[in-house]
């Protein structure tokens, strides 16, 4: 499945660095999306952007920094991370970021870590 | 609040049937999803309803009743290859997703 990718798969970095997590997608889709998934722990939903536009910032601490150029790229600008920010970071996309039926596509996830 | 309960854990033998339950309450209903997540991958889509009822789609069948908030996702003839993590997401009336924690599901032989 190749509809999704993310890039790096792993990323281990220190608190006081600046990386950048990248998600692309192949499906000419509309909408993008950055979730966070933590052990035991429901996603949670970061940021949606539809069409290019920023829809929906829930609430993210402001170390993390979504960028989406075009409607096929995504990234993730982090900066001054802390150590409970480890964890799975999930890009997905649909069609659009409304309607019902409207299906979401995962990318297989950076794993990060934070020392 | 929203909020989705499914159970934390849940362990069958191969070949057999499960059902692995969710139950949700949130502002608006417009659909409920399945997904599998298998260990160090992407969730994959498994199924969508929005209708009372129940959607069949080869052995995996997901079943739909929006008066009691709850569904279910009954898995037949259980394979090994079906040990993952089994998510129910519900659109809100915003069309946000909210998840569950999900359901690992351990297939012993």
């Known amino acids: 499945e190749t509809g999704v990718t993310q890039t790096p798969r792993h990323l281990v970095m220190g608190m006081t660095n600046k990386k950048s997590l990248k998600c692309e997608q192949h499906?000419?889709?509309?909408?993008m999306y950055w979730y966070k998934q933590s052990a035991k722990k429901p996603l949670e939903l970061m940021f949606v952007?539809?069409?290019?536009?920023?829809?929906e910032n829930n609430s993210v601490p402001s170390r993390f920094s979504p960028e989406c150029p075009n409607s096929s790229h995504l990234f993730l600008h982090l900066h001054t991370l802390q150590p409970e920010d480890s964890a799975l970071y999930l890009c997905?996309?649909?069609?659009?970021?409304?309607?019902?039926?409207?299906?979401?596509?995962f990318g297989p996830g950076t794993r990060l870590t934070v020392l | 609040g929203q909020n989705i309960d499914q159970p934390t854990e849940m362990t069958a033998t191969e070949g057999a049937i499960v059902q692995i339950n969710c139950t949700y309450q949130?502002?608006?209903?417009?659909?409920l999803f399945w997904y599998q997540q298998h260990a160090g991958e992407a969730p994959t889509f498994l199924s969508y309803?929005?209708l009372d009822g129940l959607e069949e789609k080869g052995r995996f069948s997901s079943f739909l009743s929006r008066s009691k908030g709850y569904s279910y996702l009954l898995l037949k003839e259980l394979q090994m290859k079906d040990s993952a993590s089994y998510l129910c997401?519900?659109?809100?009336?915003?069309?946000?997703?909210?998840w569950g924690a999900g359901t690992k599901l351990i297939i012993k032989p």
């Open positions: 997905a996309s649909s069609q659009e970021s409304s309607g019902g039926a409207d299906t979401q596509y």
């Open positions: 309803n929005v």
């Open positions: 952007y539809n069409f290019k536009e920023q829809t």
């Open positions: 949130t502002s608006g209903f417009n659909g």
């Open positions: 997401a519900v659109k809100d009336s915003n069309y946000q997703l909210i």
């Open positions: 499906l000419g889709h509309n909408a």
